[in-house]
């Protein structure tokens, strides 16, 4: 299964190109989005229905109900109990300082021995092996 990062999911409601490619290569049904990535999406559409101005209120509950009609278009991959096993052992192993969530998102890829889709790859070159890190942003498609 690969399961794509917000940056990926926000492209994706771009229409970006090279996310489109690789659209036509992958079946949907082998698509995913961590729940740690709802979690987050949904927290920052939240916060700005909660905080917006009167004049920017009817906009920001708009664009919380589309995020979330957008988000039922996918199948949503549970931090689970394996997933917080992982996780135990991640944060032993890298102690130095990095977002909680991508731990979390790291340790659902590794336990479900999925593909993790990210522009932000940088963020886990060193949780992840390079055969379970994927960039459908700025690497076109294999030719094949």
Wanted: proline share 5%; glycine share 4%.
């Amino acid at each position: 299964m690969y399961l794509w990062d917000a940056n990926i999911l926000r492209h994706f409601g771009q229409g970006h190109a090279t996310t489109r490619l690789y659209l036509l290569r992958v079946p949907w049904a082998e698509i995913a989005l961590p729940s740690v990535v709802v979690a987050e999406v949904l927290r920052g559409r939240c916060e700005f229905a909660l905080k917006a101005t009167p004049a920017e209120a009817p906009l920001a509950h708009q664009r919380l109900l589309d995020t979330q009609q957008m988000l039922a278009q996918f199948h949503i991959v549970v931090f689970d109990g394996a997933c917080a096993t992982v996780i135990e052992r991640l944060r032993q192993q890298h102690r130095r300082r990095r977002r909680y969530a991508d731990l979390m998102f790291a340790a659902m890829v590794i336990a479900g021995q999925h593909i993790l889709v990210t522009r932000n790859r940088t963020d886990f070159v060193d949780v992840l092996p390079t055969t379970q890190l994927a960039n459908w942003i700025d690497d076109p498609p294999d030719a094949s």
